[in-house]
């Protein structure tokens, strides 16, 4: 299913992290397996993007390739279930619906940085 980005947020309040910076305890997110909730490996994690001021990753960019076939999406982070470690993978579950958002290139966004920590320990107040 096709979307566009706007009817979720605009770019403007996102930011997108390299997955090569970010831990988990399955090891950097960047070098786990993403999978389906029977096993089939939908792809690699390449980055996250992130609503800093709301402290929510909302989607991972992800990357799959296939013979012919390369194919990048945003996963929504809320659809995600599992970490397996053991395995170095996340099993998203079984209800899981994968969305290409067509106008957005996640690279394109501002880069997560020390502002962006600091939105997100705190948040503007209400006047």
């Keep these: 299913m096709m979307r566009h980005l706007a009817e979720h947020l605009p770019a403007s309040q996102l930011c997108y992290l390299d997955a090569s910076k970010v831990e988990t305890p399955a090891g950097v997110l960047s070098e786990l397996d993403l999978l389906?909730?029977?096993g089939e490996r939908l792809g690699?994690?390449?980055?996250?993007v992130i609503e800093a001021q709301a402290r929510r990753v909302r989607y991972f960019?992800?990357?799959s390739?296939?013979?012919?076939h390369r194919r990048r999406f945003l996963l929504e982070a809320d659809e995600l279930a599992q970490l397996e470690p053991e395995r170095k993978a996340l099993r998203v579950r079984a209800d899981s619906r994968v969305q290409e958002i067509r106008d957005l290139d996640a690279r394109a966004l501002r880069r997560f940085c020390d502002a962006d920590v600091l939105a997100a320990l705190f948040p503007p107040r209400a006047a």
Excluded: L, N, P, Q
Excluded at 44 to 48: D, N, S, Y
């Design 61 to 63: 960019d992800v990357h």
């Design 65 to 68: 390739s296939r013979w012919f």
């Design 36 to 38: 389906t909730a029977d």
């Design 44 to 48: 690699t994690i390449e980055g996250v």
